[in-house]
C-alpha cells in the first residue's frame, strides 16, 4: 500500500527537482476529507476520449432540448387550431421571461415559495424578533401592538437599506430587553435555543471557558493549518510563480501523471517525520481512466473515532432558552397583539400583517388584529402520524368545521377531531376536503372571502388545534385537502389585502379589472412577481407547516378570464384564446403545480373550472397547466335540473350519458360528485330535501313519496359514483340524505345558527336516513374491494329512453340502472362480453336500503345465454323493478 495525498497541489506542481524539506507539509495540508470513488488518468498518455456506440442525433429544436412542448398535448385531444396553438406557444415563451425575471431575485422556485420565512415575525437566534413587509408605496413601516403601548415610533424601520430595500420589503427588529440587573453579552454573535435543543447548552460554562477548551481536542501539530490557513496557498503560489519558478514554458517542461508525481514525491519523503496529520492511501487498478478508492488508515481511524471532545462546544456555543428567558424579557411575547403601521401618501394607516398567521378579524365588533403565535417549545404540537400514502382512488368527504357540530352554534376544531372524522372513516371515505379553513372576516361567506391567506380560522380554533386535527386524520389514514382561494380575495382593508400600502395596486389590479363583476371581491395581480412571491409561498406553507396533502384550487374560471367567467360559453376553442384570456393567471397556476408537485410528489391539485379549459390535467412539459384532477361540474347541474324541472317519466337516458361520460380523453382525471356544498348552501336545496321536503315518514300516505325520494337518492348517488373518473366527492351529512339547506347565520335570518349545523342523530336509528347511509357506506366498501374508480372507463352499451334503462361495464363489474318511474322488467336482455355467473353485489332495491325487496336472494346468481344483445355476443336477462339499480 502507498499513501497518497488527493490535493490541488499534487496536480499541477511541475516537473522539477524534490522540494524543501517542509513541501509535505505543504501538501498536507489541503488534505480533504476522504471522497468514495475519483476519476483519474493513471498513464502518461494523453487520455483518449472513449468510441461511443450511440449513433449520431439529429439537432434538436429549443423545445425537444428542455423536454417541453408547448403544444404537446394538443394531438392528444385532437385539438388542430391554429389561433389556440400560437397561443400557447406564446404563453410558454412568456412563461421564460417571467421565470428569467423570477431567477434573477431568487435561486429557484422552491424559494420563490419560501416567503414565510422571512416574511411577517420571526424569532432570531440573537435574542431579538424580526419581522418584515412588503409594502412598496408605504413611506414608513413601524409595527405597533400590546408589547409597545401601541406607539408608532418605539419598533420602527431603520433608515436607509436595511430598513426598506428595493422592492419595497420592510424589516424590523425587536430586540429583547435584559432584565433588571443583567449585563449585556460579552460577545456579540452569542446566540440562543428557543426551539431545538431549548434545554441544552444551559451548563453554566462561560464562553472563554469553551473556547480554551475547545484547543484540547486537537493533537500537537493537527492544528498547524487552522491557525495558518494561508501557509500553504502562499507558498505553492512562491512555487509557481515566485523568482524561482518557471518563468517560460520551456523552463517549465512536461508535467507528469499524477501517479508518477506521487510515487516520486513519496520516495522523496519517506525518511520524513511521522506526522499527526491523518494518513491516506490509494487502490488503484492501473486502467486508463481509473476510478481508484482513496482510503483512510485504519489505525488512524480508529484513534479518531475513540477520541471524545472535552466539552460539547457545539452546544454550549449557543446558550438555551432558559439561560435567555433569564437574562432576557421577550420583545414580543406569546400571545401578543399587535398590526403594522404605515405612513402613506394619502395619511397613516394600521394593518393586520399580510403573512400573519394568527389573526382575530373581528373581537367583539372591535377592530382586528394579529396574533403573535409562539408557544414555549414545550407546549409546541408534536407531529404523531406520517402523511397516508395516496390512494389509487379517491373518496372525498367534504366538509366545513363551523358547521359539523349538532348544537346551534360554531364548532371547532377539537370537536370536529372527536366527533367526524371517526365518523368519515368509519363511512369508507379516504379522504376530507375542508372548506372555509383560512381566516376571513366574513362568517357568511362560508369561508371563500379570505382576509388572511397565512391563518387558520381562529373561529374553530388555534393553529395547534388544527394541526391537531390533520394528524388525528393522517393516524386514521385519511388525506387532508383544503379548498384554496387564490382566484380572489376578500376586499376587507384593515384586516384582509385591499389598500394594504394605502395603494390600489399593491396586490390587485386597478379599475374594473381589479374588482369582481358580481362577488364584491379583488382580483390578485397575477403578473406581478411580488405577488406570485405571495401566493406560491403561501401554497408551501400550508404544505409544510400543516401537513396538508392537496389543494382544490376554487373557482378559477374567476382568474382566467377577465370577464370572471360571465360569459356565455358556445364551445369554440377560440374562446380560450382571445382576450378575456388572462395569460398572467394561468402561468401562476402552471408554476403553482410545477413548485408543489417538486416539493412533494404526491401532492393531489384539482381544478374547479366551470369552462373546463384544455389541458387542465395534462402535463405542463406539453403544455398544461399541471393538475391532478378536475371537477365535473355539468354532473350536478344535471341532476338538479332532473329534479327541479323535469317529471321523473320524461328523464333522458340519452342526455345522462353523455353527461356522465363526456370526458374521453381525461376520463381518470375526473372528479365526480352528485352534489357537493353549491347545491344546499347560499339559497340552495340538497337533493334531500328537494326529495323528500316536509315529508312525514311514519305517515301512511307518505310512503310512495319516501320510497320515490329514497330510490332516486340513492340511484343517482351509484351512477355518479361508478361510471366515470378516478374521484368521488360528498357533502357533509348528504351521505343519510340530510333533510335541511345550509344557511349560514347573516342579518337577513338574524344570524340565527338553526341551518348551520348537522342533525347526525338521524342515521343513529332505524329509518329513512339510516338506511340511505347504510347503502352509501356498502357503496363505498364497493369501491374498496373491486377498485371501480380506478379502473379504465365504462363501457356503455346499453342506452334506452323509452325503457329508461341504462346499462355499463366497468372492469368485471356490471351496472344496470332502471329510472322508469311505474314499469318493472322480467328478463330484461342486456349485453355482457364475458360468458359465466354473474352475481349481484348492490342492490338498491333491498329491504335494508329502504326498498321493497322484489328480487329475491335466489335470483342474485344469473348465468349468461349465447344470445346477442347490444353488439356484444353474450346476453343476461335480468329482473328490473322500477327505480332500482344493480
Given at each position: 500500500?502507498?499513501?497518497?495525498?488527493?490535493?490541488?497541489?499534487?496536480?499541477?506542481?511541475?516537473?522539477?527537482?524534490?522540494?524543501?524539506?517542509?513541501?509535505?507539509?505543504?501538501?498536507?495540508?489541503?488534505?480533504?476529507?476522504?471522497?468514495?470513488?475519483?476519476?483519474?488518468?493513471?498513464?502518461?498518455?494523453?487520455?483518449?476520449?472513449?468510441?461511443?456506440?450511440r449513433p449520431a442525433k439529429k439537432p434538436q429544436t429549443g423545445a425537444e432540448r428542455t423536454g417541453v412542448d408547448p403544444v404537446g398535448f394538443l394531438t392528444k385531444l385532437g385539438i388542430s387550431n391554429k389561433a389556440f396553438a400560437q397561443f400557447l406557444r406564446e404563453r410558454y415563451k412568456l412563461l421564460k421571461d417571467l421565470k428569467v425575471d423570477m431567477f434573477t431575485r431568487f435561486a429557484n422556485l422552491m424559494e420563490v415559495a419560501s416567503g414565510y420565512e422571512l416574511l411577517g415575525l420571526h424569532r432570531h437566534r440573537q435574542h431579538r424578533v424580526d419581522f418584515m413587509e412588503w409594502a412598496p408605496g408605504a413611506r414608513y413601516c413601524s409595527l405597533v401592538g400590546d408589547f409597545n403601548g401601541w406607539s408608532p415610533t418605539e419598533n420602527c424601520a431603520r433608515e436607509g437599506h436595511f430598513g426598506r430595500d428595493d422592492f419595497g420589503y420592510w424589516l424590523i427588529i425587536l430586540e429583547d430587553k435584559l432584565r433588571d440587573g443583567e449585563q449585556a453579552d460579552e460577545y456579540y454573535f452569542q446566540e440562543y435555543n428557543y426551539m431545538d435543543d431549548y434545554d441544552k447548552g444551559d451548563n453554566g460554562v462561560s464562553v472563554d471557558e469553551i473556547l480554551k477548551r475547545m484547543n484540547e481536542y486537537w493533537e500537537p501539530g493537527e492544528d498547524r493549518f487552522l491557525k495558518s490557513r494561508f501557509e500553504v496557498p502562499s507558498k505553492l503560489y512562491e512555487e509557481m510563480f515566485g523568482p524561482n519558478g518557471p518563468q517560460t514554458e520551456e523552463e517549465l517542461g512536461e508535467i507528469a501523471d499524477p501517479e508518477t508525481r506521487y510515487k516520486a514525491w513519496k520516495e522523496s519523503h519517506k525518511d520524513d517525520p511521522v506526522s499527526n496529520l491523518p494518513p491516506f492511501d490509494v487502490i488503484d487498478n492501473g486502467k486508463e481512466y481509473d476510478i481508484f478508492n482513496v482510503v483512510d488508515d485504519p489505525v488512524w481511524r480508529a484513534k479518531f473515532r475513540a477520541k471524545k471532545p472535552p466539552i460539547a462546544y457545539w452546544i454550549e456555543m449557543r446558550?438555551?432558552?432558559?439561560?435567555?428567558?433569564?437574562?432576557?424579557?421577550?420583545?414580543?411575547?406569546?400571545?401578543?397583539?399587535?398590526?403594522?403601521?404605515?405612513?402613506?401618501?394619502?395619511g397613516p394607516l394600521e394593518r393586520v400583517p399580510a403573512w400573519a398567521t394568527y389573526v382575530l378579524p373581528d373581537v367583539d365588533g372591535k377592530q382586528s388584529f394579529a396574533v403573535h403565535w409562539e408557544p414555549p417549545p414545550e407546549s409546541v404540537y408534536k407531529w404523531k402520524n406520517k402523511r397516508p400514502q395516496v390512494p389509487r382512488s379517491l373518496r372525498i368527504y367534504e366538509c366545513h368545521v363551523g358547521i359539523s357540530g349538532t348544537e346551534m352554534k360554531i364548532s371547532s376544531f377539537n370537536e370536529f377531531t372527536l366527533r367526524v372524522l371517526t365518523h368519515v372513516k368509519g363511512a369508507g371515505y379516504n379522504a376530507i376536503q375542508l372548506i372555509g379553513i383560512l381566516e376571513h372576516k366574513d362568517y357568511s361567506s362560508v369561508g371563500y372571502k379570505v382576509t388572511n391567506f397565512f391563518a387558520v380560522s381562529s373561529r374553530f380554533g388555534t393553529p395547534d388545534d388544527f394541526k391537531r386535527l390533520v394528524d388525528e386524520?393522517?393516524?386514521?389514514?385519511?388525506?387532508?385537502?383544503?379548498?384554496?382561494?387564490?382566484?380572489?380575495?376578500?376586499?376587507?382593508?384593515?384586516?384582509?389585502?385591499?389598500?394594504?400600502?394605502?395603494?390600489?395596486?399593491?396586490?390587485?389590479?386597478?379599475?374594473?379589472?381589479?374588482?369582481?363583476?358580481?362577488?364584491?371581491?379583488?382580483?390578485?395581480?397575477?403578473?406581478?412577481?411580488?405577488v406570485l412571491h405571495y401566493l406560491l409561498s403561501n401554497l408551501k406553507w400550508w404544505v409544510v407547516e400543516y401537513q396538508i396533502d392537496g389543494f382544490q384550487f376554487h373557482s378559477l374560471?374567476?382568474?382566467?378570464?377577465?370577464?370572471?367567467?360571465?360569459?356565455?360559453?358556445?364551445?369554440?376553442?377560440?374562446?380560450?384564446?382571445?382576450?378575456?384570456?388572462?395569460?398572467?393567471?394561468?402561468?401562476?397556476?402552471?408554476?403553482?403545480?410545477?413548485?408543489?408537485?417538486?416539493?412533494?410528489?404526491?401532492?393531489?391539485?384539482?381544478?374547479?373550472?366551470?369552462?373546463?379549459?384544455?389541458?387542465?390535467?395534462?402535463?405542463?412539459?406539453?403544455?398544461?397547466?399541471?393538475?391532478?384532477?378536475?371537477?365535473?361540474?355539468?354532473?350536478?347541474?344535471?341532476?338538479?335540473?332532473?329534479?327541479?324541472?323535469?317529471?321523473?317519466?320524461?328523464?333522458?337516458?340519452?342526455?345522462?350519458?353523455?353527461?356522465?361520460?363526456?370526458?374521453?380523453?381525461?376520463?381518470?382525471?375526473?372528479?365526480?360528485?352528485?352534489?357537493?356544498?353549491?347545491?344546499?348552501?347560499?339559497?340552495?336545496?340538497?337533493?334531500?330535501?328537494?326529495?323528500?321536503?316536509?315529508?312525514?315518514?311514519?305517515?301512511?300516505?307518505?310512503?310512495?313519496?319516501?320510497?320515490?325520494?329514497?330510490?332516486?337518492?340513492?340511484?343517482?348517488?351509484?351512477?355518479?359514483?361508478?361510471?366515470?373518473?378516478?374521484?368521488?366527492?360528498?357533502?357533509?351529512?348528504?351521505?343519510?340524505?340530510?333533510?335541511?339547506?345550509?344557511?349560514?347565520?347573516?342579518?337577513?335570518?338574524?344570524?340565527?345558527?338553526?341551518?348551520?349545523?348537522?342533525?347526525?342523530?338521524?342515521?343513529?336509528?332505524?329509518?329513512?336516513?339510516?338506511?340511505?347511509?347504510?347503502?352509501?357506506?356498502?357503496?363505498?366498501?364497493?369501491?374498496?374491494?373491486?377498485?371501480?374508480?380506478?379502473?379504465?372507463?365504462?363501457?356503455?352499451?346499453?342506452?334506452?329512453?323509452?325503457?329508461?334503462?341504462?346499462?355499463?361495464?366497468r372492469g368485471p363489474l356490471l351496472f344496470i340502472f332502471n329510472f322508469h318511474p311505474q314499469n318493472s322488467y322480467e328478463k330484461y336482455s342486456v349485453g355482457v362480453e364475458e360468458a359465466g355467473e354473474y352475481q349481484v353485489t348492490l342492490n338498491t332495491d333491498e329491504i335494508k336500503y329502504g326498498g321493497r325487496g322484489c328480487i329475491g336472494g335466489d335470483q342474485y346468481l344469473q348465468r349468461t345465454s349465447n344470445k346477442r344483445v347490444d353488439g356484444l355476443r353474450y346476453c343476461l336477462e335480468v329482473n328490473l323493478p322500477s327505480r332500482s339499480a344493480q
Amino acid at each position: 500500500m502507498v499513501s497518497c495525498i488527493p490535493t490541488t497541489p499534487l496536480f499541477l506542481l511541475p516537473n522539477k527537482p524534490s522540494l524543501s524539506r517542509q513541501s509535505p507539509n505543504r501538501q498536507q495540508q489541503t488534505i480533504t476529507p476522504p471522497i468514495p470513488r475519483w476519476r483519474c488518468s493513471a498513464t502518461n498518455q494523453p487520455p483518449q476520449p472513449k468510441k461511443s456506440r450511440r449513433p449520431a442525433k439529429k439537432p434538436q429544436t429549443g423545445a425537444e432540448r428542455t423536454g417541453v412542448d408547448p403544444v404537446g398535448f394538443l394531438t392528444k385531444l385532437g385539438i388542430s387550431n391554429k389561433a389556440f396553438a400560437q397561443f400557447l406557444r406564446e404563453r410558454y415563451k412568456l412563461l421564460k421571461d417571467l421565470k428569467v425575471d423570477m431567477f434573477t431575485r431568487f435561486a429557484n422556485l422552491m424559494e420563490v415559495a419560501s416567503g414565510y420565512e422571512l416574511l411577517g415575525l420571526h424569532r432570531h437566534r440573537q435574542h431579538r424578533v424580526d419581522f418584515m413587509e412588503w409594502a412598496p408605496g408605504a413611506r414608513y413601516c413601524s409595527l405597533v401592538g400590546d408589547f409597545n403601548g401601541w406607539s408608532p415610533t418605539e419598533n420602527c424601520a431603520r433608515e436607509g437599506h436595511f430598513g426598506r430595500d428595493d422592492f419595497g420589503y420592510w424589516l424590523i427588529i425587536l430586540e429583547d430587553k435584559l432584565r433588571d440587573g443583567e449585563q449585556a453579552d460579552e460577545y456579540y454573535f452569542q446566540e440562543y435555543n428557543y426551539m431545538d435543543d431549548y434545554d441544552k447548552g444551559d451548563n453554566g460554562v462561560s464562553v472563554d471557558e469553551i473556547l480554551k477548551r475547545m484547543n484540547e481536542y486537537w493533537e500537537p501539530g493537527e492544528d498547524r493549518f487552522l491557525k495558518s490557513r494561508f501557509e500553504v496557498p502562499s507558498k505553492l503560489y512562491e512555487e509557481m510563480f515566485g523568482p524561482n519558478g518557471p518563468q517560460t514554458e520551456e523552463e517549465l517542461g512536461e508535467i507528469a501523471d499524477p501517479e508518477t508525481r506521487y510515487k516520486a514525491w513519496k520516495e522523496s519523503h519517506k525518511d520524513d517525520p511521522v506526522s499527526n496529520l491523518p494518513p491516506f492511501d490509494v487502490i488503484d487498478n492501473g486502467k486508463e481512466y481509473d476510478i481508484f478508492n482513496v482510503v483512510d488508515d485504519p489505525v488512524w481511524r480508529a484513534k479518531f473515532r475513540a477520541k471524545k471532545p472535552p466539552i460539547a462546544y457545539w452546544i454550549e456555543m449557543r446558550k438555551g432558552r432558559k439561560a435567555w428567558l433569564e437574562k432576557y424579557i421577550p420583545a414580543i411575547s406569546h400571545g401578543s397583539r399587535y398590526r403594522v403601521y404605515f405612513n402613506t401618501p394619502g395619511g397613516p394607516l394600521e394593518r393586520v400583517p399580510a403573512w400573519a398567521t394568527y389573526v382575530l378579524p373581528d373581537v367583539d365588533g372591535k377592530q382586528s388584529f394579529a396574533v403573535h403565535w409562539e408557544p414555549p417549545p414545550e407546549s409546541v404540537y408534536k407531529w404523531k402520524n406520517k402523511r397516508p400514502q395516496v390512494p389509487r382512488s379517491l373518496r372525498i368527504y367534504e366538509c366545513h368545521v363551523g358547521i359539523s357540530g349538532t348544537e346551534m352554534k360554531i364548532s371547532s376544531f377539537n370537536e370536529f377531531t372527536l366527533r367526524v372524522l371517526t365518523h368519515v372513516k368509519g363511512a369508507g371515505y379516504n379522504a376530507i376536503q375542508l372548506i372555509g379553513i383560512l381566516e376571513h372576516k366574513d362568517y357568511s361567506s362560508v369561508g371563500y372571502k379570505v382576509t388572511n391567506f397565512f391563518a387558520v380560522s381562529s373561529r374553530f380554533g388555534t393553529p395547534d388545534d388544527f394541526k391537531r386535527l390533520v394528524d388525528e386524520a393522517h393516524g386514521l389514514g385519511l388525506l387532508v385537502f383544503l379548498d384554496i382561494v387564490h382566484s380572489y380575495a376578500a376586499a376587507d382593508e384593515m384586516v384582509g389585502l385591499s389598500l394594504f400600502d394605502g395603494t390600489n395596486d399593491c396586490y390587485f389590479h386597478t379599475g374594473k379589472r381589479g374588482q369582481h363583476k358580481y362577488w364584491g371581491t379583488r382580483m390578485f395581480k397575477y403578473g406581478d412577481l411580488d405577488v406570485l412571491h405571495y401566493l406560491l409561498s403561501n401554497l408551501k406553507w400550508w404544505v409544510v407547516e400543516y401537513q396538508i396533502d392537496g389543494f382544490q384550487f376554487h373557482s378559477l374560471s374567476s382568474m382566467m378570464y377577465t370577464h370572471n367567467g360571465f360569459a356565455a360559453f358556445t364551445g369554440d376553442i377560440e374562446e380560450y384564446c382571445n382576450q378575456y384570456v388572462d395569460k398572467d393567471a394561468l402561468m401562476y397556476l402552471i408554476l403553482a403545480n410545477e413548485m408543489l408537485h417538486e416539493l412533494h410528489p404526491n401532492i393531489v391539485t384539482i381544478a374547479e373550472d366551470a369552462t373546463l379549459y384544455p389541458g387542465l390535467c395534462e402535463p405542463v412539459n406539453q403544455g398544461g397547466l399541471g393538475f391532478d384532477y378536475y371537477v365535473n361540474l355539468s354532473v350536478s347541474e344535471m341532476w338538479l335540473w332532473f329534479l327541479e324541472n323535469v317529471p321523473d317519466h320524461e328523464w333522458s337516458m340519452d342526455k345522462m350519458a353523455s353527461v356522465l361520460s363526456s370526458s374521453k380523453t381525461n376520463a381518470d382525471k375526473m372528479l365526480m360528485y352528485a352534489e357537493n356544498h353549491n347545491q344546499s348552501i347560499s339559497g340552495g336545496k340538497s337533493f334531500a330535501e328537494i326529495l323528500f321536503g316536509d315529508i312525514k315518514e311514519h305517515s301512511s300516505s307518505s310512503e310512495d313519496l319516501i320510497l320515490r325520494g329514497s330510490s332516486l337518492h340513492k340511484m343517482i348517488k351509484l351512477i355518479t359514483f361508478t361510471i366515470s373518473g378516478h374521484a368521488y366527492l360528498n357533502f357533509m351529512g348528504n351521505e343519510f340524505g340530510h333533510p335541511n339547506k345550509v344557511e349560514f347565520p347573516m342579518p337577513s335570518n338574524d344570524f340565527s345558527f338553526s341551518l348551520a349545523h348537522r342533525q347526525w342523530n338521524l342515521f343513529m336509528d332505524k329509518g329513512l336516513h339510516y338506511d340511505i347511509f347504510s347503502f352509501d357506506k356498502d357503496m363505498m366498501n364497493l369501491d374498496e374491494n373491486e377498485h371501480i374508480l380506478s379502473r379504465g372507463p365504462p363501457n356503455i352499451h346499453h342506452v334506452n329512453n323509452s325503457s329508461m334503462v341504462i346499462s355499463y361495464m366497468r372492469g368485471p363489474l356490471l351496472f344496470i340502472f332502471n329510472f322508469h318511474p311505474q314499469n318493472s322488467y322480467e328478463k330484461y336482455s342486456v349485453g355482457v362480453e364475458e360468458a359465466g355467473e354473474y352475481q349481484v353485489t348492490l342492490n338498491t332495491d333491498e329491504i335494508k336500503y329502504g326498498g321493497r325487496g322484489c328480487i329475491g336472494g335466489d335470483q342474485y346468481l344469473q348465468r349468461t345465454s349465447n344470445k346477442r344483445v347490444d353488439g356484444l355476443r353474450y346476453c343476461l336477462e335480468v329482473n328490473l323493478p322500477s327505480r332500482s339499480a344493480q
